[in-house]
């Protein structure tokens, strides 16, 4: 009988890893959907604007 609660407590904690790490490979994916998001909504909004700076307001240039 001991050893059917030790493997059940064994599978308790892998199921409880296996979903920290989900839940953790489901925050990176909202995030980078939320940065591919942004990317795609702001793009225009920045072509529009005018360049803060340009290539001659370097003073290092790495090639």
Known sequence: ??????EVRDIKR???EISKKV???LYEKEIV???KLS?????????N???IYKIAD???RYK
């Open 1 to 6: 009988m001991m050893n059917l609660e030790t």
């Open 14 to 16: 892998y199921v409880i």
């Open 23 to 25: 839940d953790e490979l």
């Open 33 to 35: 959907s939320l940065m």
């Open 39 to 47: 990317e795609k909504s702001l793009s225009s909004f920045f072509d």
């Open 49 to 51: 604007e005018p360049d």
């Open 58 to 60: 370097l003073k290092v």
